[in-house]
C-alpha cells in the first residue's frame, strides 16, 4: 500500500504545526494515558477501556512492523519542536471488512477544539494520494462522534451513508457513518486551493535525510 519512502522509520511528515513520525516503545506511557480515557476510547473500533500498558506496547511493534512492511502507516501526532510529547495518532491501514486502504486517528483530550486532528489528516491523506498508487481511500467514525465526521468534510470525504460496523474493543456492532475520498477528488481539491477556490491546507513537507517539498 506504501512504497518505500514510507518503510524507514526516518520518515517524517511535517505540518504548520506539527511532526508527524514512526510510533516508539517510549510513547506507550503516553498512549496509555491518552487512548485509554473513556471518552477518547468509545470512539474507536480497537482501544479498550481501561488500557493495559502492555496492549500499548504491542500496538507499537505491529505499527512499526507494518509500516516497515508497506502494509500501513501509523504515525504518532506530536507539536513541533516537541517530537517526544505524543498527543495523538493517525494511520492508514487495510480495513478487515472492505479491503480497501481506510483512514483513522484519535486525539488525547487536551489536545481536542484546536484543528489538530485535521491538520494531521491532511498530511497523511496527501503522503498517501502523493507517493501511493491507491484510488480512493475511507473512513468510519461511530455516527454518535460529530467531530470525527466535521475532520472528514475539510479533508474532503464524501459522506456514503450509515451502516453497522463492528468494533472489536466495544463489544459488537454499531452505527457508522461512511466516508470516501478518491484520487480525483483529492486532485481537484488541490488544484481548486491553488486558485483559491478553498482554503490552502497547512503546508507539508517529508523529512528523510532533508526535507523536500510535498505537492499540496
Known sequence: MFPDLTRDDVFRLETRRLWLRWPRLADAQAIVRLAGEKAVADMTA????????EQAERFIFQARRDNANGESLQLAITPKGKPNSLIGMVG???NPETGKPDLGYWLGTPSWGQGYATEAARALIDAFFAYGHESE??????VINPASRRVLEKCGFAYQGAGLME?????????ADHF???RRAWESLK??????????PSCIEVELDRSISLAS
Not at 46 to 53: D, V
Open 137 to 142: 481511500l475511507t473512513a468510519s467514525p461511530r
Open 167 to 175: 468494533l472489536p474493543a466495544r463489544g459488537g456492532l454499531y452505527p
Open 92 to 94: 492508514i491501514g487495510s
Open 46 to 53: 480497537r482501544i479498550p477501556h481501561p488500557y493495559p500498558p
Open 180 to 182: 470516501r475520498l478518491d
Open 191 to 200: 488544484t481548486w486551493s491553488h486558485m483559491g477556490l478553498v482554503p490552502e
